[in-house]
């Protein structure tokens, strides 16, 4: 686990990327405090510019409501749609994909062409038809995410525990008659984990442009202030009023940046053989 | 040499001043059509946009001043019995349809009888009606059953078309190929009709106006993007924005080009009033003074600034200022949270959950929405935002699924016509959009709507709807929140465009371009 922080550590871009998202949860959990006022509340005359009125640093959208304070609460929107989400899809994809590479057969083919049955449809439209039937609300807009992003977990899991079944150790476990959910859960998961990692850095980062562009299509939570809302609503004033949209645009690039950053980082610490060499 | 060009530019000067008077002729104009319409044959579709771009294809009898006075159209002059119960209709010779067949008294006969079958409302428009007759054929009497008070204003083209028997006789109005092509008496005739990019008219020489209409043609481009509907006024790609063409948003900074005019009239006859339903079956909703305190709570003065650009009037209740007999003496509800949340404490509310439906017809209302949620929240209100789209919010209100909801309605001139409707128990209807959607049903006030439409004279009526305005404000079965203006945004070099009271549905007849 030392050796894991200390790779993590010197590779600059994952240091970077998780001084950003380390701020972003830290923003997310207590920028309450800081705006204790809802961001829908309107505070001042709308349309004001950022950086002339020391209450509103970032100015005011359409209605007067304080730009700065939706930056903070929609932290905790985007990263909240993203962690959970991202969770989701793990719990789906790595059992399907365990049970399909494990088994084998008729049991893989099944579970593989179910896989791809979700794979060949555009994972975007798919989530924006998702929401707009179960109409847009903080749950469907996880579930629809988490549906169209865990057949890749599936497919990864699946290609790692083909490979890693015919090792000795794991034969060896069949051999002393151990159960299969102990082989699969306690021999060759651990062991397939770490691109799992990476590619689930690599989601949380998705699902939050995934999330953004939602919202900013008018599918998001109504209920809910988040980055992708702000950009869509402030879309049709860009030419007014050019700071509603670019700062919580500048918010959902730098953190979808930092979660790129992390699975970089990530890569790197737990690959083996590149760990080796940067020795 | 100077003298001469001081006077060459004096006499230059006068001439324009004397032109600025007298119309040109000649030109096209181009406006934007929004949503593009189903159809254009307006005795069958009432559709918005078919309103718009039929009522210079079709008349009426009559036509309605900003004022609602009635103005000759197909009828020269007309007559009202005494006892308020006949009315007689000189009809205008000489005019013909566009196919050059004479129109006569009987092809208003026709008409009423079709439009009792295809259109709901000229269908209760008429339910006073006893009996039409044209003793000659430039003569139409209608008598009453009992007299009707707002029955002279029905006669706009869009409440009542006039459409030519000898075209629709013995044929099945609603598949008549003719409908593709429709044939009116009016200032423009149609020409073509591109779907997905232009409906074509063209000047109707024949017109029964002499002189008139003075520009060439008209086509009504239909761009289908909001954003492109002001880059094509920008570029000059259409000279006319009728109301709602673009996002409430950008009608500042279009309102600003250079040699842009904006007016807010030629609405007065539907006078679009907006509210929110307040569904009187919530056990909450239910309470008079919840509803009170909903009326206090939300900042109607901000909403017509802000998300309305200073556009409209904040409404004082159920009739707009611009109806016949409408009164400001009732209750007023300032913006005033304290006593909202005074009125809610006495209600005994304890943060049940409210829903609120804005209405999904884009930026403005959903802005509008997520205002008067943060607006209900302030005074301590659980208000939950719903989302959805066209057909699911349809289909919630007229269900009944709903506790707020979000709407515009027109009003047609007299409280007769489009308010009552809204308030008695017998509009109670499930499966219906429109009407009594809150449920608020009062015996009182079921009465008084009941004899106002039938009282004479109009000081009688105007006694009645006093009193029925001021139980209705202090009732709140509906939270009544502005008079909507749609801003029509023009190149100012068309003049005259707007000069009655549906604007630029009959508009151009009068209308000029000023080159």
């Not at chain 2, 309605?64 to 005494?82: D, N, R, V």
């Not at chain 2, 308030?423 to 009062?442: M, P």
């Not at chain 2, 004899?451 to 006694?463: F, I, M, N, Y």
Request: with cysteine; aromatic share 10%.
């Amino acid at each position: 686990m030392k050796k894991f922080w200390k790779a993590m550590l010197r590779n600059p871009g994952g240091l970077i990327g998780l001084v950003i998202i380390f701020i972003a949860i830290f923003i997310a959990l207590f920028g309450q405090m800081i705006f204790p006022n809802s961001p829908w509340r309107m505070v001042q005359r709308p349309f004001l510019p950022p950086f002339t009125n020391p209450m509103v640093t970032l100015g005011t959208d359409a209605l007067g409501r304080d730009v700065f304070a939706g930056l903070i609460y929609g932290a905790r929107v985007s990263l909240l749609v993203g962690l959970v989400s991202t969770t989701v899809a793990l719990t789906i994809g790595v059992p399907v994909g365990a049970i399909a590479g494990y088994f084998g057969g008729k049991v893989d083919d099944a579970l593989m062409r179910f896989t791809e049955f979700f794979q060949t449809i555009p994972s975007f439209p798919l989530a924006i038809v998702l929401v707009a039937i179960l109409q847009p609300s903080i749950y469907s807009i996880v579930g629809s995410i988490a549906i169209v992003s865990w057949p890749p977990v599936a497919r990864l899991v699946r290609g790692e525990v083909l490979s890693l079944r015919t090792r000795e150790y794991v034969q060896a476990a069949i051999v002393t008659g151990q159960s299969n959910t102990w082989i699969i859960s306690r021999e060759i998961l651990p062991n397939a984990l770490s691109p799992v990692i990476v590619l689930a850095s690599l989601m949380v980062a998705n699902a939050i442009l995934l999330e953004s562009s939602l919202s900013f299509l008018g599918l998001g939570d109504p209920n809910l202030m988040s980055w992708g809302y702000m950009v869509g609503a402030g879309r049709t004033v860009i030419r007014q009023a050019w700071w509603i949209t670019v700062f919580p645009g500048i918010a959902i690039l730098i953190s979808v940046l930092g979660m790129n950053l992390i699975g970089e980082g990530l890569n790197d610490a737990l690959n083996p053989r590149l760990a080796k060499d940067s020795r | 040499m100077l003298k001469k060009l001081v006077l060459a530019l004096a006499l230059s000067s006068v001439s324009t001043l004397a032109m600025a008077q007298e119309p040109k002729l000649g030109g096209t104009i181009n406006a934007v059509i929004q949503p593009e319409p189903p159809g254009l044959m307006l005795a069958l579709v009432q559709n918005g946009p078919t309103q718009m771009v039929s009522g210079n294809i079709y008349e009426g009898l009559l036509r309605y001043s900003k004022t609602l006075e009635p103005q000759p159209g197909l009828a020269e002059s007309w007559t009202i019995s005494p006892d308020a119960k006949t009315y007689t209709f000189k009809l205008k010779q000489g005019v013909t349809w566009h196919d050059g067949k004479p129109f006569t008294a009987a092809d208003v006969l026709f008409s009423i009888e079709t439009l009792k079958v295809t259109h709901a409302r000229a269908r209760n428009n008429l339910v006073q009606l006893d009996k039409v007759e044209a003793p000659d054929d430039y003569t139409v009497v209608f008598t009453l059953k009992q007299p009707f008070g707002p029955f002279i204003g029905i006669f706009e083209v869009g409440s009542m078309p006039i459409i030519p028997k000898h075209i629709y006789e013995g044929t099945d109005v609603k598949t008549n190929p003719a409908n593709n092509a429709p044939i009116g008496t009016g200032p423009f005739m149609f020409k073509e009709w591109k779907k997905g990019s232009f409906i074509q008219l063209v000047k109707n020489p024949n017109y029964h106006v002499k002189g008139k209409p003075y520009i060439d043609g008209i086509y009504w481009q239909i761009i289908p993007d909001a954003a492109a509907r002001s880059v094509a006024y920008e570029t000059g790609k259409v000279d006319v924005l009728p109301g709602g063409s673009i996002e409430n948003f950008d009608v500042p900074r279009v309102s600003k080009l250079p040699n842009t005019c904006v007016t807010g009239d030629g609405w007065e006859f539907f006078s679009p009033m907006a509210w929110m339903w307040l569904n009187n079956r919530n056990p909450v909703l239910a309470n008079k003074k919840v509803r009170q305190a909903i009326m206090y709570a939300v900042d109607r003065e901000f909403a017509k600034d802000v998300i309305w650009n200073g556009l409209g009037k904040v409404a004082t209740g159920p009739s707009s200022s611009a109806i016949k007999f409408y009164t400001d003496n009732v209750p007023k509800y300032p913006y005033d949270p304290a006593k909202a949340k005074a009125l809610l404490k006495e209600a005994g509310y304890k943060g049940e959950k409210i829903r609120l439906m804005p209405l999904p017809y884009g930026e403005t209302w959903s802005r509008w929405g997520e205002a008067v949620k943060q607006n209900l929240v302030d005074v301590g209100m659980n208000i939950e935002t719903i989302a959805t789209d066209v057909p699911g919010s349809n289909q919630k209100n007229s269900e009944w699924d709903y506790d707020i909801s979000f709407t515009y309605l027109y009003q047609y001139g007299d409280p007769a016509l489009g308010v009552g409707r809204n308030y008695v128990t017998s509009a109670i209807q499930k499966g219906q959009l429109f009407n009594n959607l809150e449920g608020y049903s009062n015996p009182e006030v079921d009465k008084l709507f009941e004899e106002g439409a039938v009282a004479t004279p109009d000081s009688k009526r105007k006694e009645i709807y006093d009193k029925v305005q001021k139980i209705l404000v202090e009732d709140v079965p509906v939270a009544w929140q502005l008079e909507l203006q749609f801003p029509t945004i023009t190149n100012c070099k068309i003049k005259n465009l707007i000069t009655t009271g549906i604007g630029v549905n009959d508009g151009f007849r009068d209308a000029w371009i000023d080159k």
